[in-house]
């Protein structure tokens, strides 16, 4: 059989692996402070606890999926036992939050993994969902093969604090890559171009982004950035240029000054003949 899972937490992300779970076969206990948003999964088998305590006690595996690891502390804090559950937090949180989490349920006798889900609700349970795991090896291999339901899962090391690093960093790209669409459709905007004129421009943009990452990650990684391509000076030429045009265009220019920022520190630092990879002391170390 397969093993049961209890789910706290039902959100678009809760329901979504609920969801998942259940069409895998695995009997699933859910428990939410808003009862009714269990309703939609209770119809498709899955059983609603009446309380915090009820559903730990329904599965060694608890999956955690609420708005920050304050909400862990309000749900299970009460539960008066928790020893042998291996519960996954997958809510977003500092990494510090998720340590101290960690330690906190090592105190009250369970295991704990924490994770990051890297794609939104729609597609949890897909090929193409994946989710960044930390804490102890043994607890993700003895479960792996039960979170793979939710989305494809990589265990990143034991650093408790680590899959919630991953899972920021990769909302870093991604937040600031999204900021950086709408500004570009806001300074076309102004010659009357629309977004949908400008989307595939702007993914050619990040196909040649995607494209320039693995050789970048090696020059930063061996810090050798040997200015035979893209020179910070250049570069920082360019960037002067995006802010130019969004001050002629009246629009916000908090994105193209941060960009222009990195680039005035690197040639500043006398590092505009290397690459543009040089700016990450900067970006590491700013001062
Ligand atoms: P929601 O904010 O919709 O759901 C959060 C859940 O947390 C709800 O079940 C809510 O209960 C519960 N909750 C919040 N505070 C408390 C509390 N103090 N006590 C008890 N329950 C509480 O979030 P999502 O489902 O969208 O996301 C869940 C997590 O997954 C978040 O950490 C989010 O950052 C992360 N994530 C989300 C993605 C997305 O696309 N949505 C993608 C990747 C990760 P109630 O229903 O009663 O309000």
């Known amino acids: ?40 999964v209770v119809a498709r088998g ?26 862990m502390y309000d749900v299970l804090g009460p ?54 795991y930390s804490g102890p090896w043994d607890v993700f291999a003895a479960h792996e093969e039960t979170l793979r339901v939710i989305g494809v899962p990589h265990h990143m ?26 500004h570009g459709t806001a300074l076309l905007g102004r010659a009357g171009v629309t977004a949908a004129e400008f989307a595939p421009w702007a993914a050619r ?17 061996a810090d050798h950035h040997p200015g035979d391509l893209s020179t910070a000076r250049m570069m920082g030429a360019s960037a002067a240029h995006v802010l130019a045009a969004s001050e002629e265009a009246g629009i916000d220019l908090g994105l193209p000054r941060a960009v222009k920022a990195h680039y005035d520190r690197a040639i500043a630092a006398g590092r505009g003949g ?6 990450v002391h900067g970006v590491r170390d700013p001062g």
């Open 1 to 40: 059989m397969n093993e049961p899972v209890t789910v706290i937490g039902l959100g678009p992300m809760g329901r979504a692996m609920t969801g998942a779970l259940l069409d895998a076969g695995h009997p699933v206990t859910v428990w939410n402070r808003t009862a009714s948003r269990a309703d939609g």
């Open 46 to 71: 899955a059983v609603l606890a009446a309380s915090p305590a009820e559903a730990v006690r329904a599965s060694e595996v608890v999956v955690l999926s609420l708005t920050d690891y304050q909400a």
């Open 79 to 132: 539960v008066e036992d928790l020893s042998g559950t291996v519960l996954v937090n997958l809510s977003s949180d500092s990494p510090e939050t998720t340590r101290a989490a960690a330690a906190w349920a090592a105190r009250r006798g369970a295991r704990f993994l924490t994770g990051g889900v890297m794609v939104p609700a729609p597609v949890v349970g897909t090929p193409d969902a994946y989710v960044h």
């Open 157 to 182: 090391g034991t650093d408790p604090g680590l899959a919630q690093l991953h899972y920021q960093a990769g909302l870093d790209v991604f937040l600031t890559t999204l900021s950086a669409f709408l």
């Open 205 to 221: 943009v990040l196909r040649l982004v995607v494209d320039l990452l693995p050789g970048a990650a090696e020059q930063v990684d």
């Open 274 to 279: 290397d690459d543009w990879t040089s700016l």
